[in-house]
């Protein structure tokens, strides 16, 4: 990774960084001089991303918070916040997969991705926004997905929940310019991360948790043009990481696909 600075004295709060993609982007914001509050549904993930922080673990709070519940977000945003004395970036890693056949998917389930994916980055944000009105260049990156805008089988709540990200996310950059708050959105695709389980190998082969009897000629489309196989996280977390500096300050109301060339 190269040497930079771009962090140095900005305060930034990521959900989902106990794992994956929102802990590469922790850690290279931590690499870069920020102060990150970290926060995950996962107690023992946030203690990993500690312990992966080493030296630069003394610039790095954690918080235990389950996005989809408001009085949790209301209480752990503020904390995030005064711990940090103030807030610049926020990065809204933090999500579920989940697929199923789409006839046997059971209402509670097809909810449940929604309130975690979508809800939970909505309350985030609007307890959030306060403080980023008040913060030094403030940008929010959302989570999108590829399955925003192209065909993932047996993913229909997931791509629903990505689908409202990306919309929501242009929404709030009108809402917000004017009073300096840039909003963007990643699109990963073909990334290694704990929410898709195991290793890129054997992801090309079974997919994240899909049916027993998934069709997988569904997925030629899905496989990566570049390099052989997933990318790892921090592919993503560097690209987050410029979105949210001073190099992404004249970006905002877009999304930025990062998937190999999965999708032409």
């Given at each position: 990774?190269?040497?930079?600075?771009?962090?140095?004295?900005?305060?930034?709060?990521?959900?989902?960084?106990?794992?994956?993609?929102?802990?590469?982007?922790?850690?290279?914001?931590?690499?870069?001089?920020?102060?990150?509050?970290?926060?995950?549904?996962?107690?023992?993930?946030?203690?990993?991303?500690?312990?992966?922080?080493?030296?630069?673990?003394?610039?790095?709070?954690?918080?235990?918070?389950?996005?989809?519940?408001?009085?949790?977000?209301?209480?752990?945003?503020?904390?995030?916040?005064?711990?940090?004395?103030?807030?610049?970036?926020?990065?809204?890693?933090?999500?579920?997969?989940?697929?199923?056949?789409?006839?046997?998917?059971?209402?509670?389930?097809?909810?449940?991705?929604?309130?975690?994916?979508?809800?939970?980055?909505?309350?985030?944000?609007?307890?959030?926004?306060?403080?980023?009105?008040?913060?030094?260049?403030?940008?929010?990156?959302?989570?999108?997905?590829?399955?925003?805008?192209?065909?993932?089988?047996?993913?229909?709540?997931?791509?629903?929940?990505?689908?409202?990200?990306?919309?929501?996310?242009?929404?709030?950059?009108?809402?917000?310019?004017?009073?300096?708050i840039r909003f963007t959105a990643v699109q990963p695709g073909s990334i290694?991360?704990?929410?898709?389980?195991?290793?890129?190998?054997?992801?090309?082969?079974t997919g994240p948790g899909l049916p027993e009897d998934a069709d997988m000629?569904?997925?030629?489309?899905?496989?990566?043009?570049?390099?052989?196989?997933?990318?790892?996280?921090?592919?993503?977390?560097?690209?987050?990481?410029?979105?949210?500096?001073?190099?992404?300050?004249?970006?905002?109301?877009?999304?930025?696909?990062?998937?190999?060339?999965?999708?032409?």
């Amino acid at each position: 990774m190269q040497n930079l600075d771009r962090y140095t004295g900005r305060r930034v709060l990521v959900t989902g960084a106990g794992s994956g993609i929102g802990q590469a982007t922790a850690l290279r914001m931590l690499a870069e001089g920020g102060r990150v509050a970290a926060a995950d549904i996962s107690e023992d993930g946030l203690k990993d991303t500690v312990a992966k922080a080493g030296p630069n673990a003394e610039r790095l709070s954690t918080l235990v918070l389950n996005i989809a519940d408001e009085a949790a977000v209301k209480a752990g945003v503020a904390a995030a916040v005064e711990t940090l004395g103030g807030l610049d970036a926020l990065v809204n890693a933090a999500g579920i997969l989940r697929s199923s056949h789409t006839h046997e998917t059971t209402l509670d389930a097809f909810n449940q991705v929604i309130s975690v994916n979508l809800t939970g980055t909505f309350l985030v944000i609007r307890e959030a926004i306060p403080a980023l009105l008040r913060g030094e260049g403030p940008a929010v990156v959302n989570f999108s997905s590829t399955s925003a805008m192209f065909a993932h089988p047996y993913m229909a709540a997931y791509a629903a929940s990505k689908g409202g990200i990306q919309s929501m996310t242009h929404a709030l950059a009108s809402e917000y310019g004017k009073q300096g708050i840039r909003f963007t959105a990643v699109q990963p695709g073909s990334i290694s991360s704990g929410m898709t389980d195991g290793s890129g190998a054997s992801r090309r082969s079974t997919g994240p948790g899909l049916p027993e009897d998934a069709d997988m000629s569904l997925f030629v489309k899905l496989a990566p043009a570049l390099g052989d196989g997933f990318a790892g996280p921090e592919t993503v977390a560097s690209v987050v990481a410029m979105l949210a500096s001073d190099d992404g300050r004249f970006i905002t109301g877009t999304e930025i696909r990062i998937d190999g060339g999965t999708h032409f």
